[in-house]
């Protein structure tokens, strides 16, 4: 998401990079790609307007720090007014009730059931929390069923309708059940239309009247763009809702719906969803996504997202290892399992900055999503003594190893050349980097390159 803005947008302010000073017309002509930037992104005309004023009116009311160049204001102030337009600061759920209740409202296919199943694995994983995911799509008897399959795999409990009709008997019983069995988050997915209608708004009202929930969350498709906003809001003036997720924000490059939603609801956005895996929810930081979308890179998530991913004990072995150089193919090929959990190598590539030593990384859209795959692939064709002591694979050992894993012997080639400049890297780097925590960047500038 905000891929193509983004893009877009550090492309002005690298034209801003040779002036010395900040001019009137140098501002004109940021705010103008800016605004072109933005309508282009599928930013409402309204949102765009407001945010270009608040620009302007911060550029001109403000003397320029002598220590940014006017590039650098620039990206400052647009930034600010980024977090400003994303929400803020980050919203989270309303903890103080127990059990706490949640409603997911929304039109169908939008992905309230995967969302669902989502949000209580985060829950589960991260806040400790004990879910309870209630299926009240009655209309979708494969919602149903996907929701008890997703509850399966993420080990919690789904109450079942069993063969109920009405979806507030069985939000009612839910509740009752969760009330008896301790459960002190409740989950509970909502039916959903292709568009929107008095029966589907008059369902979900009774529902809500119900349970009465403390979070009201509004599941929009990033995909379908304005079309999203016009739902949120339709939504919010019967519900009243407290929050959005976005989901399939990994195949909407424009994120148009996203900077329009909150000033058009006036609520924050929550989570938003960025794969078809079920780790794939993250909580929505404004001040995080404004730095990713003016190609800052979001170090402080991607370091999140890397511990709750790899285990510890096990990265401090091969540090250790690493450090004495016995870094071995097993150990690397472990690496990538753990990589595999974060990720796409995309979506790995989206947290890190535009600038500095990153500027030269390559775009996600470059990306070979079967890389990780075909190096695995690779490895594994190997015996254990050719992982552990690589330089024992002679020629005849590398073809052997490329028609295995399916590869060419100049695949092989390359991998073993990588793992030995990663093996000689890792051991002059050693003790470089230890202890590092998300604590250690948030005071990190966001100003951009000095």
Wanted: charged fraction near 30%; aromatic fraction near 4%.
């Amino acid at each position: 998401m905000f891929e193509g803005l983004g893009d877009r947008l550090q492309r002005v302010f690298k034209e801003l990079r040779g002036e010395g000073t900040l001019t009137e017309f140098h501002l004109d002509s940021a705010l103008r790609e800016i605004r072109l930037s933005l309508l282009e992104a599928d930013v409402s005309l309204p949102v765009v307007k407001a945010f270009l004023a608040s620009v302007r009116e911060q550029a001109v009311g403000e003397k320029v720090t002598t220590a940014l160049s006017p590039a650098q204001e620039v990206i400052r102030i647009v930034r600010d007014q980024l977090v400003a337009l994303l929400g803020g600061a980050r919203a989270d759920l309303d903890f103080r009730a127990r059990p706490l209740v949640i409603l997911l409202v929304g039109l169908q296919g939008s992905g309230k059931t995967t969302t669902a199943a989502k949000l209580a694995r985060l829950l589960k994983e991260t806040r400790g929390r004990h879910p309870l995911l209630v299926a009240c799509d009655l209309a979708r008897p494969a919602a149903i069923a996907q929701l008890k399959t997703l509850g399966a795999r993420i080990g919690v409990p789904v109450f079942d309708p069993g063969g109920r009709t009405d979806p507030v008997a069985v939000a009612r019983d839910a509740s009752e059940e969760a009330r008896l069995t301790g459960r002190d988050t409740v989950i509970y997915d909502t039916a959903g239309r292709l568009h929107i209608d008095d029966s589907l708004m008059e369902e979900v009202a009774r529902l809500k009247s119900a349970v009465s929930p403390q979070e009201t969350l509004f599941v929009a498709d990033a995909m379908t763009g304005q079309d999203a906003v016009r739902s949120a809001a339709a939504f919010h003036a019967k519900l009243d809702v407290t929050g959005v997720i976005f989901t399939k924000t990994d195949g909407d490059t424009r994120g148009g719906a996203a900077l329009s939603i909150v000033s058009t609801i006036g609520r924050p956005i929550k989570f938003v969803g960025s794969g078809e895996k079920i780790e794939d929810l993250e909580a929505f930081h404004p001040d995080r996504m404004a730095s990713r979308i003016l190609g800052m890179g979001d170090m402080l998530s991607l370091i999140e997202k890397v511990e709750q991913s790899i285990d510890a004990e096990d990265a401090a072995r091969i540090a250790k290892k690493a450090g004495a150089g016995e870094f071995t193919l097993e150990d690397l090929r472990d690496q990538l399992a753990s990589m595999k959990k974060m990720g796409s190598l995309s979506q790995v590539l989206d947290f890190l900055p535009k600038i500095g030593p990153f500027r030269q990384m390559p775009k996600a859209a470059e990306m070979d999503p079967k890389a990780l795959t075909r190096i695995g692939a690779i490895i594994d064709s190997m015996t254990s003594d050719e992982r552990r002591y690589p330089q024992i694979v002679n020629g005849s050992r590398r073809k052997r190893i490329a028609k295995g894993s399916g590869t060419k012997v100049e695949d092989v080639n390359r991998l073993l050349k990588q793992h030995a400049q990663m093996k000689k890297m890792m051991k002059s780097m050693k003790g470089l980097g230890r202890g590092l925590r998300p604590q250690d960047v948030k005071n990190l500038s966001l100003s951009g390159p000095r």
